[in-house]
Structures are given as C-alpha cells and as structure tokens.
C-alpha cells in the first residue's frame, strides 16, 4: 500500500482531502465528525440490510431442513404443529401437489406479502 498515514488522504464521504489525526494512525477515513457520522450510518444501513436479508434467509433454510429431517425419518410431514396464521393455505392439498417444501415456501411468501401488506396499512390509519 502507498498510504502515507501522515499523510493527507481523501475523506470517504465528501471526497475533500485531510491530514487524518496523527493519534488515529491511519484508521481515520473521515475529514470531520460529520462524515464520521454519516459513514456510520452508511455501514450500518448496509448491515442492517443485508442482516435482514440473511435473517429471512436462514429462517427458510431451517423451515425446509427441518421439513426434509421429518421426510427422511419417515414421519408425515405435519404442519399443524405450527401456527397457522391469518392465511389458512391449503397445506394438505399444496404439499400433496408440489411436495413439503414447495408448501413451505409458499407458506412462506405468503405470509412475507400479508405482513408486508399490514405494514403499510399501520403507515395509513
Ligand atoms: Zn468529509
């Protein structure tokens, strides 16, 4: 790396050049407080988003290895053991058609579409 950390390097916000802190030793990234800020808040918004997605993710993931456990041990797949909430599916008639876990994920899209629905009505009372 050719970083000079006395050196003035330019600010990853506002792109102006600084002289970092000589007691950062070249950790700075940032010319002011403000930009410190704002990069945070970048780095958040982007793990958040990206933690959310990984979230959603993994709870799929566990719903189909766990519905694949139930089949390999020769248990009938059984969904009533969960909630079934608002959209009462056809889970017998879907998982007879497509198979237990094109069921679950379209249990689970459906489920994703209503809460994203009810979201939006709480934003319009
Ligand atoms: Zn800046």
């Not at 990069?39 to 709870?59: F, G, I, T």
Request: glycine share 4%; with cysteine.
């Amino acid at each position: 790396m050719a970083k000079n950390s006395r050196g003035r390097r330019p600010c990853s916000i506002c792109r102006k050049w600084f002289t970092p802190d000589v007691r950062q030793k070249g950790r700075q990234k940032t010319c002011r407080s403000a930009c410190q800020k704002e990069l945070h808040r970048r780095q958040c918004e982007k793990w958040n988003r990206k933690n959310k997605a990984v979230c959603k993710n993994n709870y799929l993931a566990k719903k189909l290895e766990e519905a694949e456990e139930q089949q390999t041990s020769g248990n009938l797949p059984s969904l009533s053991y969960q909630k079934q909430t608002k959209p009462v599916l056809p889970m017998e008639v879907i998982i007879a058609e497509y198979g237990i876990k094109p069921a679950i994920i379209i249990q689970y899209l459906v489920t994703q579409v209503i809460s994203h629905n009810n979201e939006k009505i709480q934003g319009f009372p």
